[in-house]
């Protein structure tokens, strides 16, 4: 099989664009399934690849393309200690008609092989495909900042990134332990690693130039940092663990008019509900909290920290254990994926997009979704052929209106921020 | 950083609301969130006196305020400091810092911002008297104040 390298065109095209006498460029490339797949990078790569590292040299070829293999190989091995291992060698020009092109070869220690280069394209071209339903030039623009990327943060992150959505900003200080592997995006190669920089790295995987940034701090510890970072999104998403956070990012949401996004899972995930704020026009998320309506509805434990957070010192070390009991990935999917939709219906208001009939079905600001009829559900009818009774696996939206005596957004304050 | 707009306009109707129902308490190194702290007198149905402090949370109102009782130095009915009992189920109490009893009123899972401090402070109010009860009888707090559910 002739190899196949992959390299960034517009690694290539800064190559090209570079000035002076650059002839060899020292890269990296990562190989897979016994050398026959190659990436290749001319700079640092953006994210944390996967594979088997190798030496890669990129250059500028001379005109027509041409190269003479004997002297590139001396010229190559001179530059790096192969070990045994491959190198991938680029040579970057121009086609005819003034575009940037790549040829590949690959060096081992019997000659030199030539490879099939291809282009990772540019940002216009990666999402072309979704032409027809979202404008992604115009979500390329929005920035969203999740705060929380555990089991449904992380998937939220990967289908915005998927959906074209262009800026990130990613909080959370916790890291990634070996028992959250089987709920969340990132696996085992991520043990130890801050979640924000692991989701960071496979938000560039699905768009390599997304803009990510990333914040390892506790939102209740760092609220000014936090609202800076809320005050430039167009749009708050909230997958955090504990109600303290949720109502700090409240309250910014508030004092920045940022429309934003609640999810959570109820106990095993049984179920679990996703509530909008749109500041000043519908509840705020402590409206909704203290009104009795998510009274029973107790949070996912999932991990120690989580419940430490919220118990009283006193509470014994059975009874937290007895607490966290977690669900299936596939019991928060649901709850993670209405909140992509959420968010891709308020990142598209204003342009013309196929999510504009999901605006008008979405009419409720609070939805509430069971997998099981268990905990809060326990006594839901079985699904069966009906329609007209609450059912498992369907969701449900609640009118909640904004209350007048909500001590966070209510009618205590005498006028609401002008932001 | 100071308070914001919206923290300000809170204080201000929890003093207003404190002033009405608990008038001894007042509001000290209001400045600076993070270390303003509300203090005054609660007294018991027998007439003793607790001097309480309430530590007023730099993210109010978003989580719980720590309360303590500053004096007197409080011991249980064998003679025990309660500072020494350090975190007590039986007793709603959680650990100690700086020498001062501080008492479990609102767990975090319990707490949303609707919760004002007067509503605090009149759990403060029932404890004293469940402590007070247990001074006469012996029986530990939770006797006569049960706990939330966690």
Same mark, same amino acid.
């Given at each position: 099989m002739t190899p196949l390298v992959y390299v960034l065109e517009e690694q290539i095209r800064d190559l090209l664009s570079q000035t002076g006498d650059v002839r060899l460029v020292d890269g990296v490339a990562y190989g897979f399934d016994d050398w026959t797949v190659f990436h290749a990078y001319t700079e640092k790569p953006y994210s944390t690849p996967s594979g088997r590292i190798c030496p890669c040299v990129a250059m500028r070829s001379d005109a027509a393309?041409?190269?003479?293999?004997?002297?590139?190989?001396?010229q190559v091995r001179s530059r790096v200690d192969p070990d045994g291992d491959p190198i991938v060698v680029l040579l970057a020009g121009t086609d005819a008609g003034g575009s940037p092109s790549c040829r590949a070869l690959v060096l081992t220690?019997?000659?030199?092989?030539?490879?099939?280069?291809?282009?990772?394209?540019?940002?216009?071209?990666?999402?072309?495909?979704?032409?027809?339903?979202?404008?992604?030039?115009?979500?390329?623009?929005?920035k969203v900042v999740i705060v929380g990327l555990g089991s449904g943060g992380s998937p939220i992150a990967l289908e915005l990134a998927r959906a074209g959505i262009g800026h990130f900003t990613l909080i959370d200080f916790d890291r990634l332990e070996l028992g959250n592997i089987?709920?969340?995006?990132?696996?085992?190669?991520?043990?130890?690693?801050?979640?924000?920089?692991?989701?960071?790295?496979?938000?560039l995987q699905k768009n390599p130039y997304a803009k990510v940034s990333t914040m390892e701090i506790n939102v209740n510890q760092s609220l000014g940092q936090v609202e800076d970072a809320v005050a430039a999104c167009d749009l708050l998403i909230v997958a955090s663990d504990n109600d303290q956070s949720r109502f700090n990012l409240n309250q910014m949401s508030l004092n920045n008019n940022k429309v934003t996004l609640y999810g959570r899972a109820i106990t095993r995930a049984a179920g679990g509900d996703v509530l909008r704020v749109r500041p000043w026009k519908g509840p705020c998320y402590n409206c909704v909290f203290s009104s009795g309506l998510i009274d029973g509805r107790e949070e996912e434990m999932s991990q120690k920290r989580q419940a430490l957070a919220v118990l009283p010192a006193y509470v014994e070390e059975d009874k937290i254990n007895t607490m966290i009991q977690v669900g299936l990935s596939s019991d928060i999917a649901p709850?993670?994926?209405?909140?992509?939709?959420?968010?891709?219906?308020?990142?598209?208001?204003?342009?013309?997009?196929?999510?504009?009939?999901v605006d008008e079905d979405l009419a409720s600001d609070f939805y509430v979704w069971a997998n099981r009829r268990e905990e809060a559900y326990a006594n839901w009818p079985r699904m069966g052929f009906k329609w007209t009774h609450p059912s498992i696996l369907r969701w449900y939206g609640a009118r909640i209106d904004r209350d007048l005596d909500c001590l966070v957004c209510g009618g205590h304050l005498e006028e609401e921020p002008t932001t | 950083m100071g308070w914001s707009s919206q923290q300000s306009a809170r204080l201000h109707l929890e003093m207003g609301i404190l002033s009405r129902y608990f008038p001894t308490f007042f509001l000290k190194d209001s400045i600076i969130p993070g270390h303003a702290v509300i203090e =005054?007198?609660?007294?018991?149905?027998? =007439?003793?006196e607790y001097l309480i402090r309430l530590r007023?949370?730099?993210d109010l109102p978003n989580s719980v305020p720590i309360v303590e009782i500053v004096s007197p130095v409080l011991r249980d009915r064998f003679g025990h400091s309660l500072v020494d009992l350090g975190t007590s189920y039986p007793m709603h109490l959680l650990k100690p810092e700086n020498g001062a009893v501080r008492i479990c009123h609102y767990s975090a899972s319990h707490w949303h911002p609707n919760i004002t401090f007067f509503k605090v402070l009149l759990k403060i109010r029932a404890w004293i008297e469940a402590y007070e009860g247990h001074l006469d009888s012996g029986y530990a707090i939770d006797h006569y104040l049960p706990h939330m559910e966690a």
């Open positions: 393309g041409f190269v003479d293999e004997e002297k590139l190989m001396l220690e019997k000659g030199v092989a030539g490879a099939d280069a291809r282009f990772v394209p540019r940002r216009s071209e990666l999402f072309s495909r979704n032409t027809g339903l979202l404008e992604t030039s115009a979500l390329a623009d929005k089987s709920r969340h995006v990132c696996g085992v190669n991520d043990l130890g690693r801050y979640k924000t920089l692991a989701v960071r790295d496979q938000v709850i993670a994926n209405m909140m992509v939709k959420m968010a891709l219906v308020e990142l598209s208001r204003g342009i013309e997009t196929g999510m504009s009939t | =005054g007198t609660l007294r018991s149905n027998a =007439g003793n007023v949370p730099a």
